[in-house]
């Protein structure tokens, strides 16, 4: 990867992580990253990577970011990095970051060279593909990069273009499901001027907050 100058995964963090040279480094010195959302690790799973570590070794190369304080901030390979220390190793290959990296970077490092898509929420999907837009890279090399449907990359950067602003904030993972516009509802929202859009989003979410169902939400949806 860090010599293959065709990868759009290395062009698009380039800037970002030192793909030039790979370092050993103790995994003790390694740190969890706290706003990692995901904290929990299927165990059979992660029993099938220890014991392919152990006869394989490490694979993959993991990402952290230096700190001042000696210690390396894990950016993507909490996973291998769990399984390694369960392995009894005592060091990990890992690339440097720069800087600490945005939403779309950490998805990207999270992807590749993943067989399986990495889930996160619409609202950080959405964060994401309006990231790589900026970067100019296209819809079509967006969805190889990340495992996904041209359509699917389309519709989210319809959100990320047209919603607007608070009610982008209402799709945030970290609210209540009551509490949260999800993809399709947003999706219908665009329809609409951008002066009602928050308008109709409250009404959604009062309307899920009653217990409606989805019919007589759309009901209600239809009197915008």
């Not at 290395?10 to 793909?19: C, N, P, S, T, Y």
């Not at 190369?61 to 009894?88: C, H, I, K, N």
């Not at 309307?207 to 939400?217: E, T």
Request: aromatic share 6%; proline share 2%.
């Amino acid at each position: 990867m860090a010599n293959d100058k065709s990868d759009p995964v290395l062009e698009a963090l380039r800037d970002a992580v030192d793909f030039s040279q790979v370092h050993q480094v103790s995994l003790e010195k390694i740190v969890r990253n706290e706003t990692q959302p995901r904290t929990d690790f299927d165990e059979a799973d992660m029993l099938d990577l220890i014991a392919s570590i152990r006869q394989f070794g490490q694979k993959d190369t993991a990402f952290v970011l230096p700190q001042a304080d000696g210690t390396y901030l894990m950016v993507s390979g909490e996973r291998r990095w769990r399984a390694m220390r369960r392995a009894f190793l005592v060091t990990m290959r890992v690339h440097f970051c720069r800087r600490e990296l945005t939403t779309a970077e950490t998805y990207l490092l999270s992807c590749h060279g993943n067989a399986r898509q990495v889930e996160q929420s619409t609202y950080d999907n959405v964060v994401m593909v309006r990231e790589l837009l900026q970067k100019k890279i296209a819809h079509e090399q967006i969805a190889t990069l990340v495992s996904r449907s041209v359509s699917w990359v389309g519709q989210h950067a319809n959100v990320a273009a047209n919603l607007v602003a608070p009610v982008f904030e209402m799709m945030r993972g970290d609210r209540d499901e009551s509490d949260r516009i999800t993809l399709e509802e947003a999706s219908r929202i665009l329809s609409m001027a951008p002066d009602i859009q928050l308008t109709a989003a409250g009404f959604i979410l009062a309307a899920k907050k009653k217990g409606g169902s989805k019919a007589s939400q759309s009901i209600a949806f239809q009197a915008f």
